[in-house]
């Protein structure tokens, strides 16, 4: 079974502070992604990877940046948490190739900023 | 870029009905069109996909039918059961011979299945 997991379920933070939310996924997977859920408006892509060291901008990227130095591992990082930010994220991965592109999601991360 | 809409945001049906939730696509692109289960406090999972070379795909109790023409697709779950209750996401994707990187999701439709 794929198996992605997040490194928090619940996170608070204070308005200002850096945010790291990290991502590992044990099936050798060359893409991962995050997303960031909000009653109503789905799952907002925020950015992507679809190998170690590159990223892509999802729709949403403002006030985010990524990190993917190995590649079982996808970092989300807010530079200087704001309220806006408040949301659960969910981390996602799928594999190239082989017909398919099913994404396996992660437990998410329940973030608020105060 | 790709934009999909879906309706209704919230369906409730009785326990043993059927329920059907619709999205459309813009991107005439797009060739791949999955549904996630998304139960409460969990995560969403693939329940089932389809691909633009057909019409029509089935899995015991649900079903997904696609219109290329018209642009839209549909998640038809027949004898609804209390475990149907879920938030459904519909997305779609572009599936290239290397592989797509990236779903568009809907807004999602809250199933509550009535007993």
């Known amino acids: 079974d794929v198996k992605v997991t997040q490194s928090s379920r619940y996170l608070v933070k204070r308005t200002g502070e850096k945010v790291f939310l990290e991502c590992v996924q044990d099936?050798?997977?060359?893409?991962m992604f995050w997303y960031r859920q909000d009653p109503g408006l789905g799952l907002r892509l925020i950015y992507f990877?679809?190998?170690?060291?590159?990223?892509e901008k999802g729709d949403i990227p403002e006030g985010y940046s990524v990190s993917r130095e190995k590649k079982e591992r996808f970092s989300l990082i807010l530079e200087s948490a704001s309220t806006n930010q408040t949301s659960m994220y969910l981390c996602?991965?799928?594999?190239?190739?082989?017909?398919?592109?099913?994404?396996?999601f992660g437990p998410g991360t329940r973030l608020t900023v105060l | 870029g790709e934009n999909v809409e879906q309706h209704p945001s919230t369906l409730s049906v009785q326990e043993g009905d059927s329920a059907v939730i619709k999205c459309t696509y813009s991107?005439?692109?797009?060739?791949?069109f999955p549904w996630y289960k998304q139960e409460l406090g969990k995560r969403p999972q693939l329940i089932i996909d389809?691909?633009?070379?057909?019409g029509e795909k089935k899995d015991q109790r649900i079903a997904v039918t696609l219109n290329k023409t018209a642009k839209h697709f549909s998640l038809h779950i027949t004898e609804t059961q209390p475990e149907d209750s879920a938030v459904y996401f519909c997305?779609?994707?572009?599936?290239?011979?290397?592989?797509?990187?990236?779903?568009?999701f809907g807004k999602g439709t809250k199933l509550s299945v009535i007993p």
């Open positions: 996602a991965s799928s594999q190239t190739g082989g017909g398919t592109d099913t994404q396996y």
């Open positions: 099936m050798d997977h060359e893409n």
């Open positions: 990877s679809y190998d170690v060291k590159m990223k």
């Open positions: 991107d005439s692109a797009s060739n791949y």
């Open positions: 389809i691909r633009s070379n057909v």
């Open positions: 997305a779609a994707s572009i599936i290239s011979g290397a592989g797509s990187y990236q779903l568009t």
